[in-house]
C-alpha cells in the first residue's frame, strides 16, 4: 500500500519545526522513519503534515555530560551509538542495546530519539534508558521540560510527550564505576525481543563483584519498560554470586507479569525474564570486577 496523502515540510530550526506542529494537530514527526514508515504505508496512521526534523541542527550529536555523563542528540543513529568511542567508555550498556535493534539498513536510519519517542514495549533502547536512569529533554509550547526515562513510557506506544512536543536530548548520568548487562531472546537476529533485560549495578566498596544499588529492567514482558525494584534490591550490599544471581532472575520472574501473544506464551515470557535477569547480574558482577 501507499500512504495517504499528506503535506510534508522540511523545517530548519526548532522553533520552526514546533510551529508546524502547531499549525496543524494531525501532523507527525518524521525522524528515521523505521517505524512510521510502515505505519504509514500501511495506513495505520494518516498524518495530514508531515515534519521531517532530519535538517534540525544540533540534533545529532553525542557530547560529554556532566560528572563523566553523557547526552546524546534525538537525531543520533543507532550506528552512531555503536560506532562513538564516547558511547562504548561512558555508556556502554547503550551501545550494547543498540546491536541489537533491528538490521544494519534499521540501524542506519533509525534514531535514538525515534526509538523511545516510538516507545515499543519490546524495544531495546527504552529499557536501556530506564536503566541507566537517563534524563529526556523535550521542547514544547510551553518550553523546555525534562522527564526521568522510568516516568516517560506510560503505556504500549505512548509516552508523557505532550501532543506539541520534541524529544531533543538524552542525558546519561557518570558514575565512577559501574557494572552493566544486556541480554535478549528474540526468534531470529533483528527481530523484536521476545524478552529481555538490562541491568546496571554501581559498587558499594573496590571488591569484585560487591554492590551498592542496582537497575533491572525487563522489556517485552509487559506495556513499557519493567523495572524490577524486587530484584534488583536483593543484590544492594551484597556480593554477586551466582546463588545471588538466581535469586535475583526468580525474584525477576515472580515480578513480571507478560501477556500470551503469537510470538509466545506469558509463562514462557516469564521464565526468560528470569533466566536472562540472572545472567545479566552475572554480567554486571563480571564487568564491576574487571
Not at 568511542?85 to 525515534?114: D, K, Q, S
Not at 564505576?177 to 538490562?198: L, N, Q, T, Y
Not at 524486587?230 to 501477556?259: K, T
Request: one cysteine or more; glycine letters at 12%; hydrophobic letters at 45%.
Amino acid at each position: 500500500m501507499k500512504p495517504a496523502p499528506f503535506t510534508y515540510v522540511r523545517p530548519k530550526s526548532l522553533p520552526e519545526a514546533l510551529g508546524c506542529l502547531d499549525d496543524d494537530g494531525d501532523a507527525k514527526l518524521l525522524a528515521g522513519g523505521q517505524s512510521l514508515v510502515p505505519l504509514l504505508n500501511m495506513r495505520l496512521v494518516r498524518p495530514t503534515t508531515l515534519v521531517d526534523i532530519n535538517g534540525l541542527p544540533g540534533l545529532d550529536a553525542i557530547r560529554p555530560g556532566p560528572e563523566g555523563g553523557l547526552v546524546i542528540g534525538a537525531l543520533v543513529r543507532h550506528t552512531d551509538l555503536l560506532a562513538s568511542p564516547l558511547v562504548r567508555e561512558r555508556a556502554p550498556l547503550l551501545a550494547a542495546a543498540a546491536a541489537h535493534v533491528g538490521h544494519r539498513a534499521i540501524r542506519n536510519r533509525g534514531t535514538v530519539g525515534g526509538s523511545i519517542a516510538h516507545a515499543d514495549p519490546a524495544a531495546e533502547l527504552p529499557a536501556a534508558a530506564v536503566a541507566l536512569d537517563a534524563t529526556l529533554t523535550v521542547v514544547g509550547p510551553a518550553g523546555r521540560r525534562t522527564i526521568p526515562a522510568r516516568d516517560f513510557f506510560v503505556g504500549p506506544l505512548v509516552t508523557a510527550l505532550e501532543p506539541r512536543e520534541i524529544l531533543t536530548e538524552v542525558e546519561i548520568p557518570g558514575s565512577v564505576e559501574r557494572g552493566w548487562g544486556f541480554a535478549e531472546m528474540a526468534r531470529r537476529a533483528g527481530d523484536f525481543a521476545i524478552a529481555g533485560v538490562a541491568g546496571v549495578v554501581t559498587p558499594a566498596a573496590p571488591g569484585r563483584g560487591r554492590s551498592s544499588t542496582a537497575r533491572l529492567v525487563a522489556f517485552g514482558a509487559g506495556d513499557t519498560p519493567l523495572r524490577l525494584p524486587g530484584a534488583a534490591a536483593l543484590l544492594a550490599g551484597q556480593p554477586i554470586d551466582r546463588a545471588l544471581a538466581r535469586a535475583a532472575g526468580e525474584a525477576a520472574a515472580r515480578e513480571c507479569a507478560p501477556r500470551d501473544d503469537v510470538h509466545a506464551t506469558a509463562d514462557y515470557r516469564r521464565h526468560l525474564v528470569g533466566v536472562l535477569t540472572e545472567q545479566v547480574v552475572l554480567d554486571c558482577a563480571a564487568r564491576l570486577g574487571s
